[in-house]
Nanobody
Framework: QVQLVESGGGLVQAGGSLRLSCVAS????????MGWYRQAPGKQRELVAA???????NYANSVKGRFSISRDNAKNTVYLQMNSLNPEDTAVYYC??????????WGQGTLVTVSS
């Protein structure tokens, strides 16, 4: 099994920045890809950013140019650097992993609140 633990959420003013971290543990060698999703109140969960095969990345149009996803393999950690935050970015952010065997893992979520 794979366990994911997020951290780094909080309250920030519009225009500010936050960096989220996601530490993976367990059977990390079974992880195929990782990414970040978010769910705002009353809305469906949506993909924010993902690390694709190799060194590729994929971003939602709404965060392109503002958010950056990266990894530190030595620390089994994936980061989401969020800049120029606006109130529409307010949501619970979840770390996600695609795992071998058509499985997936989710973190518990970390709340990001952007005040205007």
């Amino acid at each position: 099994q794979v366990q994911l633990v997020e951290s780094g959420g909080g309250l920030v003013q519009a225009g500010g920045s936050l960096r989220l971290s996601c530490v993976a543990s367990g059977n990390i060698f079974s992880i195929k890809s990782m990414g970040w999703y978010r769910q705002a109140p009353g809305k469906q969960r949506e993909l924010v950013a993902a690390l694709t095969s190799g060194t590729g990345t994929n971003y939602a149009n709404s965060v392109k140019g503002r958010f950056s996803i990266s990894r530190d393999n030595a620390k089994n950690t994936v980061y989401l650097q969020m800049n120029s935050l606006n109130p529409e970015d307010t949501a619970v952010y979840y770390c996600h992993a695609d795992v071998a065997g058509a499985l997936e893992a989710w973190g518990q979520g970390t709340l990001v609140t952007v005040s205007s």
